[in-house]
């Protein structure tokens, strides 16, 4: 699962998850980006046996209580789909102020991507 801070020892067990923008970036104001994560919690449903059980979405993060087979794996596929599909949205939209702050708060250790989201 990366660099979390979190250990997971019970990986079929329910678990509270907090996912948050990177520097409290208020990403969720809109309802084409909120309808992203809704699609990617419906094809985790299916796709991952993914049972969630309550969810809160802000304008900068989201708490999710939620269970699956593996749910380290789960919200690796979680974050990696919703951000791609956000910076394609910001794109789209245009929204460069926004695009430029995933940019320059970016951890130096993501090297690999131009963008970090989560």
Same mark, same amino acid.
């Given at each position: 699962?990366?660099?979390?801070?979190?250990?997971?020892?019970?990986?079929?067990?329910?678990?509270?998850?907090?996912?948050?923008?990177?520097?409290?970036?208020?990403?969720?104001?809109?309802?084409?980006?909120?309808?992203?994560?809704?699609?990617?919690?419906?094809?985790?449903?299916?796709?991952?046996?993914?049972? $969630?059980?309550?969810?809160?979405?802000? =304008? %900068?993060?989201?708490? /999710?209580?939620? &269970?699956?087979?593996?749910?380290? !794996?789960?919200?690796?596929?979680?974050?990696?789909?919703?951000?791609?599909? $956000?910076?394609?949205?910001?794109?789209? =939209? %245009?929204?460069?102020? /926004?695009?430029? &702050?995933?940019?320059?708060?970016? !951890?130096?250790?993501?090297?690999?991507?131009?963008?970090?989201?989560?």
């Amino acid at each position: 699962m990366g660099r979390s801070r979190y250990k997971i020892y019970e990986p079929t067990h329910p678990h509270f998850i907090t996912c948050t923008v990177l520097n409290w970036i208020p990403l969720f104001t809109r309802k084409e980006s909120v309808e992203i994560l809704l699609e990617s919690f419906r094809y985790l449903q299916k796709s991952d046996d993914l049972k $969630l059980y309550a969810y809160v979405i802000l =304008e %900068n993060h989201l708490h /999710i209580v939620t &269970q699956s087979n593996d749910i380290a !794996k789960s919200l690796a596929k979680f974050k990696r789909h919703t951000a791609r599909e $956000l910076i394609k949205l910001l794109h789209k =939209e %245009n929204v460069k102020t /926004i695009l430029d &702050q995933l940019v320059f708060y970016k !951890k130096a250790y993501k090297s690999d991507r131009e963008y970090q989201l989560w």
